[in-house]
């Protein structure tokens, strides 16, 4: 009686299995691994994206401070305005000096033959001070409520502004410089600066 045993026919299937299982193991690893890496890469490009769009967003939105900081470019030109003015009042101005010399024109048409010398002095110097003052007068006072009505501004505005430090330093120059003009017309017009010559008597 033959007792060599024969090899079942699956027996080279049962001795390869391990191996199989085996090569499965590390082909679904590397199958996972490539998953991760490609969700990984995904998610990077992603998030790339994002950041990309929100600088776009960025460099396109505007700049909730710069709605918000009100301009001073007419505050700053009136402040000029007004110092302007009064530097012109308290130096003479054409206007001034062509308005002086028609007063003192219509002055010596009027007069007569018979005039004494203190209403020629009058119609000569007189009326042409006077009307000088004048306006060099009206100069100040413009200067004087424009610079003012500049430093007045931010108290009337929503939401209350602030003006910047050079704005505000040249108004209140405008209102100083105006002020010495309105003093300055008023002791000249009123002749409480300098009092009228008079002639002596013949």
């Known amino acids: 009686m033959d ?34 890496d490609a969700d990984l890469d995904a998610a990077a490009d992603n998030g790339s994206a994002a950041l990309a769009d929100a600088d776009l967003d960025d460099e396109f939105a505007e700049d909730p401070a710069d709605e918000e900081q009100p301009g001073h470019v007419g505050s700053a030109a009136f402040a000029i305005v007004s110092a302007g003015l009064s530097v012109v009042a308290l130096s003479g101005s054409w206007v001034a000096g062509i308005v002086s010399e028609r007063a003192s024109v219509a002055a010596r048409l009027e007069l007569s033959q018979a005039a004494d010398a203190n209403a020629q002095i009058a119609a000569q110097f007189v009326d042409p001070w006077h009307t000088t003052a004048m306006v060099n007068g009206v100069f100040s006072a413009l200067a004087l409520i424009i610079a003012t009505f500049v430093l007045a501004l931010p108290a009337f505005s929503t939401p209350e502004r602030t003006l910047p430090t050079w704005v505000r330093s040249v108004s209140w120059a405008g209102i100083g410089l105006g002020a010495l003009g309105v003093l300055l017309f008023v002791l000249m017009y009123f002749d409480l600066l300098l009092a009228i010559p008079k002639a002596g008597a013949v």
Do not use: I, S, Y
């Not at 007792?3 to 390869?16: G, S, V």
């Not at 085996?22 to 490539?34: F, G, L, N």
């Open 3 to 36: 007792t060599t045993k024969t090899p079942a026919p699956n027996a080279a299937e049962a001795d390869t299995t391990p191996v199989d299982l085996e090569k499965t193991e590390t082909a679904q690893e590397a199958a996972t691994e490539a998953k991760a």
